[in-house]
């Protein structure tokens, strides 16, 4: 008879017993064991079955991921709205610059235009001085000849490297701009018709402008008859002008940097007399014209100064000083 237990029925056939390895008997060591207990097959392990609300938390789980999902899609369609905008703000940023560079080219050239055609015309003067002159008078016309043909050819070779620059910057500016444009509308058609049109009319009124012989230099001054004339002056940037009205009294009344003290003034003929200080230097100008240039040089410019009445009326005249932009000590 066995001294280990019968296995169960049900545990499956018996596993072979493995002898297990004793260790070299000592003297204090147990006696040896005939046998280990029989090892039995594992029992199978079944999974339980799913719970029964696990197809409403899937329900859950999707419905979140849908509103998170609409979510990101409005985020995203706010960020599209407000590059959209950033666009039309660029573009006409851009477009207003491009119309400033197009209008101070315009004014530019024709600067330089009216400067070509001065040096040309004091060109011709000095050739018909050297064609007068003898001896060393033409050998000093001659001289004065060259200069200005030199100061005439640099003049010309300065506005045509302006001219090509400003082309350039204009081309390059159109080219960026039309890039834009085509992103963000029809906007700009509207604004080019309202810079056009201050255009034209700013060149239209220059064009008005009255020509006047300076009195000191000889050369051709474009004097302003009226307010808008005068804005006109201003747009081109080529002088300061110093608005005045004059009454007549005992003391003269400061304008920019002179005096003026008005003695007489007749409406019936539009003529007046006025005294004009400048450098701590007084002088008489009698009987002079509405609208004529009254030049007169000062130590802080090398270029005349200009003063235009526009206006008489009874001990009462108006207009303005035309003062050079560069101010210096002339030598």
């Known amino acids: 008879m066995s001294i280990f237990p019968n296995p169960s029925p049900s545990s499956g056939p ?12 000592t003297a204090a060591a147990p006696p040896p064991q005939y046998g280990a207990p029989p090892q039995y097959a594992p029992q199978p392990y079944y999974a ?6 696990s197809g409403a938390w899937k329900t859950i789980v999707l419905f979140v991921l849908v509103v998170g999902l609409a979510g990101a899609v409005g985020y995203l369609y706010m960020q599209l709205d407000a590059v959209k905008k950033d666009l039309v703000k660029a573009n006409d940023s851009a477009q207003s610059r491009l119309d400033k560079l197009e209008e101070s080219t315009s004014v530019t050239t024709r600067s330089n235009r009216r400067t070509v ?13 050297a064609a007068l002159a003898a001896g060393q008078a033409k050998e000093e016309a001659l001289k004065k000849v060259d200069e200005t043909r030199a100061a005439l050819e640099a003049a010309q070779e ?6 090509k620059s400003d082309i350039s910057q204009v081309k390059d500016a159109t080219e960026s701009a039309k890039t834009q444009i085509s992103q963000v509308g029809n906007d700009v058609t509207t604004v080019k018709g309202d810079v056009a049109a201050t255009r034209s009319e700013l060149e239209k009124t220059v064009a008005e402008l009255k020509r006047a012989t300076g009195e000191l230099d000889g050369h051709s001054v474009l004097i302003a008859t009226n307010q808008k004339e005068l804005q006109a002056l201003r747009t081109l940037g080529e002088r300061n002008y110093v608005e005045f009205t004059v009454h007549k009294s ?3 009344q400061r304008v920019g940097d002179v005096s003026i003290l008005l003695k007489n003034a007749d409406v019936k003929k539009n003529r007046y007399t006025i005294e004009l200080t400048a450098d701590d230097k007084t002088v008489e100008k009698k009987d002079r ?8 040089m000062t130590s ?11 206006d008489i009326k ?5 207009g303005y000083v035309s003062v050079p932009k560069v101010l210096n000590t002339r030598n």
Do not use: C, H
Not at 300 to 310: F, G, H, I, T
């Open 14 to 25: 018996e596993q072979p017993s493995t002898p297990p390895t004793t260790p070299p008997p």
């Open 289 to 296: 014209g509405i609208n004529e240039p009254l030049q007169f």
């Open 158 to 163: 300065r506005s045509q490297k302006e001219l």
């Open 300 to 310: 802080k410019a090398k270029q005349p100064y200009e003063l235009v009445v526009n």
């Open 117 to 129: 055609d001065e040096l040309r015309d004091q060109l011709e003067r000095a050739r018909r001085q």
């Open 314 to 318: 009874k001990d009462t005249i108006a």
């Open 250 to 252: 005992k003391m003269s």
């Open 48 to 53: 339980p079955p799913p719970a029964a609300g």
